[in-house]
């Protein structure tokens, strides 16, 4: 069977459908199991599972994102084998989004108002990172990845031992992380200029400051 060669309106319209299932419904997941489903739940005080549970919020809000900017690249990539290894890497950022989810919910958490605002920004800088060129759009990936390794050590660092269910979704999403940051590099990824890395970070913090509170 012939694969079939979609149309700019109808990849928009598969745009707009995975952006409604990232926002509201529920995202289309790989076959991966969530890596905390056999293990038992830990016992923590109110206090721990509220921070927790605004970290993986964080975390929650960083695959919103990333979902977002691998849309935008893919939408937008000029070659074929960069715009199928961008969607796989989508499809299992879903995986984190989802299991991130689930997390929030165990917790008593909930997922942060401001996810359509980061949304919509990060797809639009999908969109001009993939406008630039494949091998800058890689380059974004890679960075971009890279900084997101950053913050889930961060967060290991700040979840108890104990907490074994948590420590398992972050421990797998910094694996998936890496490789999807040296798949970037191996398709021909440049390294960013060190002004754009700057406000990448700079973008980070904020996003991360705010969606902790909101």
């Known amino acids: ?10 990849k928009l319209l598969l745009n707009f459908d995975q952006a409604l ?8 997941v790989t076959e991966r199991p969530n890596p905390a489903g056999p293990l038992p739940e830990a016992e923590l005080s109110k206090s721990e599972r509220d921070h927790i549970g605004r970290l993986m919020r964080i975390n929650h809000t960083g695959e919103v994102c990333a979902q977002a900017l691998y849309q935008g690249q893919a939408l937008t990539a000029r070659d074929p084998a960069v715009r199928k290894s961008m969607e796989r890497s989508a499809a299992e950022e879903n995986d984190h989004l989802d299991w991130c989810e689930q997390r929030v919910e165990q917790l008593g958490g909930r997922l942060s108002l401001l996810n359509p605002f980061w949304y919509a920004g990060s797809f639009a800088l999908g969109t001009v990172a993939g406008i630039a060129g494949d091998k800058w759009s890689l380059g974004f990936v890679a960075e971009t990845e890279k900084q997101v390794e950053g913050h889930l050590d961060e967060h290991l660092g700040q979840v108890p031992v104990r907490d074994r269910r948590t420590r398992a979704i972050l421990e797998q999403m910094k694996k998936d992380e890496i490789e999807h940051g040296q798949k970037a590099v191996d398709h021909g990824g440049a390294k960013l200029p060190g002004p754009v890395r700057a406000l990448m970070q700079a973008t980070a913090k ?5 969606v902790y509170r909101i």
Do not use: W
């Not at 069977?1 to 109808?10: A, G, H, I, Y």
């Not at 904020?206 to 705010?210: E, G, L, N």
């Open 206 to 210: 904020i996003m991360t400051k705010s």
């Open 21 to 28: 299932r990232t926002l509201f419904g529920r995202p289309q």
């Open 1 to 10: 069977m012939e694969k079939r060669e979609f149309s700019p309106s109808d």
